[in-house]
């Protein structure tokens, strides 16, 4: 296999070092020689974010020594200053991860199911993803080329009618709209009703202050599937006409995979709670059953006495299990109770 031979440099905010060395790992298996720099906590990585080195992408595990969780990403977001960053975390919280995303992470990996494909998919749709948007920024001259021959859905709004002005093909192949449909309809008829205020609240102002604006949203297809949306959207003059080019990024499957590892989690908590409560109710009366039999003044033949050491061996052996599954039990640490 061909490794990527550009020159990519990571900045891994992460205070597990065995996690830190599966990632290098982990890049390593599809980039020829990736630079790594490793910060611990959040102070070492605010130092290394504010030096004159130049990074690719930041990797940021969400609970450090020195802070974690929602404020954490926002202050590494303001620090990046555009460098896309991918937040890394060992638990599945499906409301958290979606905050995530619309605070600007640029994706969210859970440690547990990475692999180096997956892990090397991840960073270069973040890598080219924030080259795109800065292209955006930059300069219209590449419009065509970005725009029609981009993978992901895109189309351009007026900022008025909220017509649909242009579309792409990936929009066209995601939606199942003709681009003569799309030109006859707004942005609204893609949306299920319920996220119509939504999309009011974000248009009516509150947020145009942004020049590049995120969020995640709800579309609706030509079909009735109903799509998890991240999209971005930034400002452009349309044939001299106010509008906005958006990307979308269908999170569906995405979002799905994460409320599937919450229902696991539920059911291993539950299973725990019954192995725990219920299975040990019945041996525990098993035992006892069999203290009592063990001090009655009855005279049992040898061949039964064996019998009941057997049952007395096995009762304590199982009930040493239950103990053993209980302990670990209590250990895990659930998305919910974070």
Do not use: C
């Not at 990024?249 to 709670?273: L, P, V």
């Amino acid at each position: 296999m061909r490794k990527d031979a550009k020159n990519y440099n990571f900045l891994i905010i992460e205070d597990n070092l065995g996690d830190y060395v599966l990632i290098e790992e982990y890049l390593s298996e599809y980039i020829l020689d990736p630079h790594t720099t490793h910060a611990v906590t959040f102070e070492e990585a605010k130092s290394n974010l504010k030096g004159e080195e130049n990074f690719d992408l930041v990797f940021l595990d969400l609970s450090l020594p020195d802070h974690s969780g929602e404020d954490l990403i926002k202050e590494i977001i303001q620090l990046s200053k555009g460098i896309p960053v991918i937040a890394l975390t060992g638990f599945s919280d499906l409301e958290f991860s979606i905050r995530s995303l619309s605070l600007g992470i640029s994706d969210y990996l859970l440690k547990d199911e990475l692999t180096p494909p997956f892990l090397y998919k991840s960073v270069i749709y973040a890598i080219e993803r924030n080259r795109y948007i800065e292209d955006l920024q930059d300069s219209e001259k590449r419009y065509s080329e970005l725009f029609h021959l981009n993978p992901s859905p895109m189309w351009v709004f007026d900022e008025n009618s909220l017509a649909f002005l242009d579309v792409n093909e990936a929009a066209i192949s995601k939606y199942g709209y003709t681009e003569k449909e799309f030109k006859q309809m707004t942005i609204t008829d893609i949306r299920p009703s319920e996220e119509i205020p939504k999309l009011q609240n974000y248009l009516s102002g509150q947020n145009q202050k942004k020049e590049v604006y995120s969020n995640l949203f709800k579309h609706i297809t030509k079909t009735g599937e109903i799509l998890d949306v991240e999209i971005e959207s930034a400002p452009i003059l349309f044939n001299d006409r106010k509008a906005k080019m958006v990307v979308a990024n269908d999170i569906t499957d995405k979002i799905r995979h994460i409320q599937t590892i919450e229902t696991q989690n539920k059911t291993f908590k539950e299973i725990a709670w019954i192995q725990s409560h219920v299975v040990r109710a019945p041996l525990a009366r098993m035992m006892g059953l069999i203290n009592l039999l063990e001090t009655m003044d009855v005279e049992l033949a040898e061949e039964n006495k064996q019998i009941m050491e057997y049952i007395q061996k096995s009762a304590e052996e199982l009930d040493q299990i239950i103990r053993d599954i209980s302990k670990k039990s209590e250990n895990i640490v659930y998305a919910d109770e974070k």
